[in-house]
C-alpha cells in the first residue's frame, strides 16, 4: 500500500466517524460511493473538507472534475499528489 493511499484512507475513517473499519477493509480502486464504500453526499462533504485542511486541495462541489477525483482512493490519492507542491 502506497503511504498516501493509507494517508486517504486514514483520513476518511476519521473525518467520517468509520468505527470497526480499518485501512485494510478499504479497496483502493473501489469506488466510494454506492456499491463500493457506500459513501453519500454528506460524507462527500465532509471529506472534501478534510483534504481540504489537510492537503491544501481546492475542491468545488459541483464540477465534474470533482466527482472524478472522488472515485476510489486511488483517484483520490491521483489528485492529490498532482497538487502544486
Do not use: C, N, W
Not at 30 to 44: C, N, T, Y
Request: aromatic letters at 4%; zero cysteines.
Amino acid at each position: 500500500m502506497q503511504p498516501l493511499e493509507l494517508e486517504i484512507k486514514q483520513l476518511i475513517i476519521s473525518s467520517l466517524s468509520l468505527e470497526d473499519v480499518t485501512p485494510d477493509d478499504i479497496d483502493a480502486a473501489a469506488p466510494l460511493f454506492g456499491e463500493g464504500l457506500g459513501l453519500d453526499s454528506i460524507d462527500a462533504l465532509e471529506l472534501g473538507l478534510a483534504l481540504q485542511k489537510r492537503y491544501g486541495v481546492t475542491l468545488s462541489a459541483d464540477s465534474q472534475e470533482t466527482r472524478q477525483h472522488f472515485a476510489s482512493v486511488d483517484a483520490l490519492a491521483r489528485f492529490v499528489s498532482a497538487r502544486p507542491a
